[in-house]
């Protein structure tokens, strides 16, 4: 395998939560090539809520990469280096859905996109929800609350209608638990 050399990281863009750098990297054969590396400052969490009937809960909101509205399990950045991703994941959970669990633990963790940025998102699987309030969105946020079963979003994973990365991940892996059992 070839080894990669560093030679140089420049900033250059910072952002919220994003730092964009160009990056020269050195191959073993002496030559160099410019990368671009993103990196996600603070890591993020996502959660699987599954309700008693195994109906799951899902937000849909507008992504401006995208578009247009996306289909999704709850998410968001930690609010420091420090939180605990759990924590994160119950905070969104109630954030964006107006529910709360005692009932979490981990399913899976994820690299987003590791050709060029480190982001982790950590995802959990609630259980035993309760409808605590209504949501509490940060200020840019609106999303809207569906509910689904496991069956209607594999057929949507392989339709296509379903592409988010987390979500995906996290619904194809629920079902794989919940089959092997």
């Known amino acids: 395998m070839e080894r990669m050399k560093r030679l140089k990281r420049e900033l250059m863009y910072k952002g919220a939560i994003l730092d964009i750098y160009k990056d020269t990297m050195q191959f073993a054969n002496g030559k160099t090539e410019e990368w671009d590396f993103v990196s996600h400052r603070m890591g993020a969490a996502a959660v699987l809520p599954v309700l008693p009937d195994g109906r799951i809960i899902m937000v849909r909101q507008y992504r401006n990469a995208l578009e247009r509205e996306t289909l999704e399990i709850p998410a ?43 982001e982790f998102v950590d995802v959990y699987l609630a259980r035993d929800l309760v409808k605590c309030s209504d949501q509490h969105l940060d200020d840019g946020e609106s999303i809207d609350v569906e509910i689904h079963t496991l069956e209607e979003l594999c057929d949507m994973i392989y339709s296509g209608k379903l592409q988010d990365g987390k979500t995906v991940s996290a619904i194809l892996a629920y079902s794989n638990m919940i089959h092997q059992k």
């Open 76 to 118: 968001g950045c930690r609010d420091n280096l420090d939180e605990d991703t759990s924590l994160c994941a119950k905070r969104e959970l109630e954030e964006e859905t107006g529910y709360t669990t005692n009932r979490i633990e981990k399913l899976l963790a994820l690299r987003t996109t590791i050709a060029f940025c480190d």
